[in-house]
């Protein structure tokens, strides 16, 4: 986009040679002078189109007219393009129509949407309506997009003598405003800025909550700072998901795919040990009913079952909150709310994971009481794996950890104690029936 500027272009000292109708007469020039006038209008006009435009920026539209109309209609179309939309509009209107709308169907649909909406409706909808429907469905598309949409082409922020921010002005309107113009009276509404201490989760829900592209940044005393750019910002919180994901098990948030093998091995150890504890501490679970595995083998074929149906469910709670606290879409003092959702969530999606478990179990080993315990236990199991879920971040971020902090470690040695006690203990309990 050609940004003008608003004060008047002193003229050169060689004027281009136009001669508007009025000059071009029988008494002035002959027939093969007045062609040959005219050959040279359009060639100047197609070799320096923005000299011209600047040359007609400063005539009366009915003078700039009157040019156009000895002009091929490549040449007029760009100039009109080249003009304030507010006088190409009235130099469109005064032409001869059928002319008007050839130079209208020559022009770029970006171009001459801003001319046509500055026309008035009736003006307007007879342009439209005389130019090809595929060239009128173009310029109606781009008259169709809204003011703050991405197809604009952005803003600029002005401020006053003290650096205070007092607006902002879409560079859309600057192009189809009068070069006399002043830059205060293309101000529209309020303008939304954020303070320097605002958190990235602030930003973000003001930037959704704003729909715009681009926001001010101001100290205390609203001075301008800086400008916030939405795709930047959410470069960075692509950024922060994937350490996130990494932090979730248990790898540093500085290790890269390319790091040192030393600087991986130091970082991921320590949390691998860790986790070795754990896994030992479901082990000593299963080592507490080995009495009963011995009894009845098909306990231990229907272990990875359970806890793999518990650590998910647990998974997918864990997935929501950790969500809902970046996001901030819930606070710790929502603890009681969340706990029961995921309790609800948990239970019904036991009784549902519960019955399809049954009925396999039934087909497998046609024993009921084996079927009963691997039923309960799922449902018991998955229940508690969601309230886990939630309760793991809520927890570390009560603690003033990072909820993101190695937590599938702890859920997946919550829900593996859990899933391996409730099926097993239940087994103990009804021995009997198996």
């Known amino acids: ?4 500027h608003t004060a008047r272009v002193q003229e050169p000292q060689v004027a281009p040679p136009f001669a508007t109708s009025s000059s071009l007469t029988p008494t002035a020039a002959g027939p093969t002078e007045l062609q040959a006038l005219r050959a040279l209008n359009s060639e100047y006009i197609r070799e320096h189109p923005e000299e011209v435009a600047r040359f007609l920026d400063l005539r009366s ?37 059928e002319l008007s709308r050839t130079v209208l169907s020559e022009m770029n649909p970006s ?16 342009h439209l309506a005389g130019v090809e429907p595929k060239v009128a469905e173009a310029i109606r598309e781009v008259l169709s997009y809204p003011v703050d949409s991405a197809k604009e082409l952005g803003a600029i922020y002005l401020t006053d003598a003290d650096g205070r921010l007092a607006g902002t002005v879409p560079l859309g309107e600057i192009a189809t405003a009068l070069p006399e113009t002043k830059l205060k009276d293309l101000v529209r509404g309020g303008t939304p800025a954020v303070y320097v201490n605002a958190s990235r989760h602030e930003v973000v829900e003001y930037l959704n909550e704003q729909r715009v592209a681009t926001l001010p940044v101001v ?16 470069t960075a919180a692509e950024a922060e998901a994937s350490v996130t994901i990494q932090t979730m098990l248990g790898v540093s948030k500085e290790e890269r795919a390319l790091s040192k093998v ?24 299963v ?24 650590g998910n469910s647990g998974m997918q709670a864990l997935a929501v909150t950790m969500r809902g606290l970046a996001l ?20 019904l999606n036991g009784f549902a994971v519960a019955l399809t478990t049954m009925l396999g179990v039934t087909i497998w080993s046609h024993s009921l009481g084996l079927t009963l315990v691997i039923g309960l236990a799922m449902l018991f199991s998955m229940t508690i ?26 859920l997946t040695t919550i829900t593996d104690v859990c899933g391996f006690l409730t099926f097993l203990g239940l087994a103990t309990i009804f021995a009997s029936a198996l």
Request: hydrophobic share 50%.
């Open 328 to 347: 901030r879409e819930v606070r710790i003092s929502q603890w009681p709310r969340l706990i029961m959702k995921e309790l609800g969530v948990g239970l």
């Open 61 to 97: 539209p009915q003078e700039t007219a009157a040019l156009l109309v000895h002009a091929t209609p490549g040449a007029a179309s760009q100039l009109v393009e080249r003009l304030n939309p507010r006088i190409a509009a009235e130099v469109l209107v005064r032409m001869p129509r």
């Open 262 to 285: 030393s600087f991986a091995i130091h970082q991921r150890l320590p949390w691998l040990e860790i986790n070795l504890a754990t896994v030992f501490l479901a082990a000593f679970v």
């Open 1 to 4: 986009m050609v940004v003008r």
């Open 111 to 126: 171009r001459s949407a801003p001319v046509v909406v500055s026309m008035s409706p009736r003006e307007r909808e007879e």
């Open 287 to 310: 080592g507490l009913f080995e009495n009963t595995i011995a009894r009845f083998t098909a306990l231990a074929v229907l272990l990875p079952v359970v806890s793999g149906q518990t």
């Open 219 to 234: 100290d205390l005393e609203h001075r301008l700072v800086g400008v916030i750019r939405y795709r930047a910002l959410v």
């Open 385 to 410: 794996a969601g309230a886990a879920g939630a309760a793991v971040p809520l927890l570390l971020k009560a603690f003033g950890q990072d909820p993101a902090q190695s937590s599938s470690i702890v």
